[in-house]
């Protein structure tokens, strides 16, 4: 098995991502050699965990397992059994932090070695923060990896600390399942399901609480390390796959215009424009095309209504959505949809 062909320029993660999925998975008793022929991906791309991998094929990984797995808290358990130390060089920035805010803010700086897609934002309320998690669009309601992706950032809060805190609220971008029992089980917190995003609160005397394994100077170290990573990441991306990750970040709050996606990435509108039109595209297109390819996929989860496809990839308005798709291939929505079941 070869895997599909791959080039540097489309969005990717550590093919320790895959490794840690497998790992995981093995519990439930598929077939990881399957799952890497369904996803597209072959033993030579995770030799090293600190390659990278399409995201695609992350993609594709999820829709095969939950597609083959008859349980739905698939996502919670996978989840809920990650380790802090299994994201390498970004989760020992984090278990060497002083405080467990010290090592929220340090994932969220340095969340693009992980994922190209993956954003982790924290925001204030009162006397508490707000810590939304965020990747691909075509992952973001999909309920599996959005369970994922919440178990195992608290996970990795509570063992950071060495105790279960339990957040204030904990937010879910799909509809609520009929049994939510394992979900109280495992947050401790009061649950809200169809919000904007996938979010959790946690109190500030929470964040304040010191590491168990703090060591500031090791994560000096490893900070300097981090940072190199990502300033060569940076550097062997074009500024259309720079536009593109912005675009990602933002789409669920309304597609960003020129001038913010600019301001992001530290340049005027002006030199955006023009290094844009050097690679010969322009930020219209560079939207259109991730809305183009994310919509079929988004269409083929039944679970998401065509409204719902439309929000993730920041249209203000179905309609508009409804006519673009009809403009890139010739059908509506709802007739894509219901060829493709």
């Known amino acids: 098995m070869m895997g599909r062909r791959w080039t540097a320029t489309q969005p990717s993660g550590l093919a320790r991502l895959a490794l840690v999925h497998f790992e995981g998975v093995s519990r439930f008793g598929l077939s990881r050699a399957q799952l890497l022929c369904a996803a597209g991906l072959s033993e ?6 600190d390659g990278r991998i399409p995201l695609s094929a992350i993609e594709r990984l999820w829709r095969t397992t939950t597609a083959r797995s008859s349980d739905p808290l698939l996502g919670l358990r996978l989840g809920a059994n990650v380790r802090t130390r299994q994201l390498g060089l970004v989760g020992y920035t984090l278990v060497f932090s002083r405080t467990l805010g010290a090592a929220l803010e340090r994932l ?17 309320d009162a006397d508490a923060t707000w810590i939304r998690l965020d ?9 599996a990896a959005a369970d994922a992706r919440l178990a195992a950032l608290v996970a990795m809060c509570r063992e950071l600390v060495g105790s279960p805190i339990a957040p204030l609220a904990v937010q879910f971008p799909y509809r609520r399942p009929n049994d939510v029992s394992a979900y109280e089980k495992f947050f401790r917190a009061p649950l809200e399901f169809g919000a904007l995003s996938t979010t959790f609160l946690l109190m500030r005397e929470d964040l ?11 994560t000096g170290y490893l900070e300097r390390l981090a940072g190199q990573v990502l300033h060569e990441l940076g550097a062997q991306r074009t500024i259309g796959d720079q536009v593109r990750r912005v675009l990602w970040r933002q789409l669920t709050d309304g597609a960003p ?45 039944g679970r998401l209504a065509v409204s719902e496809v439309a929000f993730l990839l920041g249209y203000e308005d179905v309609t508009s959505f409804q006519r673009a798709f ?16």
Do not use: N
């Open 44 to 49: 030579d791309q995770l030799r090293d965990p």
């Open 108 to 124: 969220a700086r340095y969340s693009h070695i992980v994922s190209d897609a993956l954003v982790v934002e924290l925001g204030e």
């Open 135 to 143: 990747v691909q669009p075509a992952l973001r309601a999909f309920r």
């Open 208 to 218: 304040a609480r010191p590491v168990v394994w703090s060591d500031e100077a090791l």
């Open 257 to 301: 215009d020129l001038s913010h996606a600019a301001r992001w990435l530290g340049m005027s509108s002006r030199t955006l424009q023009r290094r844009l039109h050097e690679e010969k595209t322009t930020f219209a297109a560079v939207l259109a095309d991730l809305r183009r390819e994310m919509a079929q996929p988004l269409l083929r989860d």
């Open 326 to 341: 009809r403009e890139w291939f010739g059908v509506s929505p709802r007739a894509f949809r219901h060829c493709a079941s």
